[in-house]
């Protein structure tokens, strides 16, 4: 027979983790489960998960754990954090992806937002090799915050690479809507320049390649290479 109060379940677990009795000592967590609310219980798969990780060694039976816990404690960042390393230590890219994705949907702060949807967008690439999908992450994180200039470059090394030009001229043309006239000149001027080169280069459109180098001129009249060009 089992106690019934929280508090002898505590004492009994720290009992067994005490002598080192650690399987024993996650049964106790299980047990103390049948009585448990949510909140609780979501906490409970989270002490079970991390006697499996640092005590066991187990990292199948941990990330099983803290999954579980999720389901009970979708909020919680520092579960999902947890989560997260695991799945990137273990190379398990999709559950990870979809870990980042969740963090991304959590904070208020736009710039970890940029950054959990960047990160996802270099693994679903260089990783899985899910060219069109990165490039929708890529988008996210710059939408998120226009200053990760890494997330803009991202998008335009995939669709580059996939000889993706309509996608590469939309994305110039993106960027160049998004960023203030004022604040980001010298940007905007080589944002015109690339738009222009890959107009005239791949796109084979001189009248449209001229207007753009034209727009780089009005930003940046002292180009001497430019201004022979035109």
Known sequence: HMPDSPDAYESIRKLFEEQ??????????????????????????????????????????????????????????????????LYSEGKEWDRLIEVLVKLADLVTDVKRRAKYFYTAASIVYRELERPAEAAGFYEKAQDCDLELRKAFDGLITVLNAKSNWDGVEQAYRRRIDLLDAEQAREELCHLWDGLGELLLHRLKRDEDALEAFEQAQRLDPDNRQRTEQL
């Open 20 to 85: 080192g009795e650690w399987q024993k000592a996650i049964e106790t967590i299980r047990r103390q489960m049948a009585g448990a609310d949510t909140a609780s219980s979501g906490a409970l798969l989270v002490c079970a998960g991390d006697l499996y990780l640092e005590k066991l060694e187990d990292r199948a039976a941990a990330a099983k754990s803290y999954t579980e816990a999720v389901e009970l404690l979708p909020d919680d960042r520092g579960l999902l954090t947890k989560l997260m390393a």
